[in-house]
């Protein structure tokens, strides 16, 4: 199957190793990966601060450059959703909008529900936690989620659970916000920044030795917080993880 790499802007300027991972991963699941150079933002900074004619070129870009491919696999769970659930009122009747909104995924839903991968071969000896972002978990329902009254289904633990050695701790918190939110983490510092310490001390107090989640952006608000109180908390993105276990 041929993919095309949707990286986040965040992702290529401040964690491309996490879009390495995303490659390696996907081409020893026996795809093919292609990486569109002329692709930018998907705009979601802008839209998410209310300004949606400027989030609105960035999102005709999307489909510009996206358009006719087989599979678009995203790093983040956040701008998969931004693709998929946000850009009808920024593209309006644009005839590509439909068959690339069926075709972007974040990674593990990829693997899951397209892939049909149920276990990934490979070692991590780590205790890990598993940070639920809120786009991932509430827009694109990658886990059931505590609030809802349906069977309990995690597409990234499944993953994470089949890697030999990993053990995945138990939150007593497991789908709560960390407080990052994009520009929320600006605007309402004090709240974010306590929602985030919550998470940390939730991981901790479960014996977590790593934290990962599907979102690098609410792993690098939670980095942020733990490396500045001391804490040896590692925080790695999912495909980094399944990238060093598969070797």
Do not use: W
């Amino acid at each position: 199957m041929k993919v095309a790499l949707f990286i986040p802007c965040y992702v290529d300027q401040l964690h491309p190793a996490v879009g390495l991972a995303t490659a390696r991963v996907l081409e020893r699941m026996g795809c093919e990966v292609v990486f569109p150079e002329d692709q930018t933002c998907c705009g979601q900074p802008m839209a998410n601060a209310g300004f949606a004619e400027d989030a609105a070129p960035l999102a005709r870009r999307f489909l510009k450059v996206f358009h006719g491919h087989e599979a678009v696999v995203c790093p983040s769970g956040s701008c998969t959703s931004m693709v998929r659930n946000h850009y009808r009122g920024l593209v309006g009747d644009d005839p590509r909008y439909p068959a690339l909104r069926a075709a972007t995924y974040e990674l593990c839903e990829f693997l899951v529900d397209v892939l049909r991968v149920g276990r990934v071969r490979g070692r991590y000896p780590r205790r890990v936690g598993l940070h639920q972002s809120c786009h991932g978990l509430r827009e694109l329902r990658l886990g059931s989620g505590t609030e809802r009254p349906v069977a309990a289904f995690d597409k990234v633990a499944l993953l994470l659970r089949s890697l030999d050695g990993l053990e995945l701790v138990s939150l007593s918190r497991p789908d709560e916000c960390c407080g990052f939110g994009g520009t929320f983490a600006v605007a309402e510092e004090a709240v974010s920044c306590l929602m985030g310490r919550d998470r940390i001390a939730d991981h901790l107090r479960a014996g977590a030795e790593e934290v990962t989640g599907t979102d690098v952006s609410c792993l690098m608000h939670l980095e942020g917080l733990a490396r500045r109180a001391g804490t040896r908390l590692v925080f790695r993105h999912v495909a980094e993880i399944l990238a060093e276990a598969m070797g």
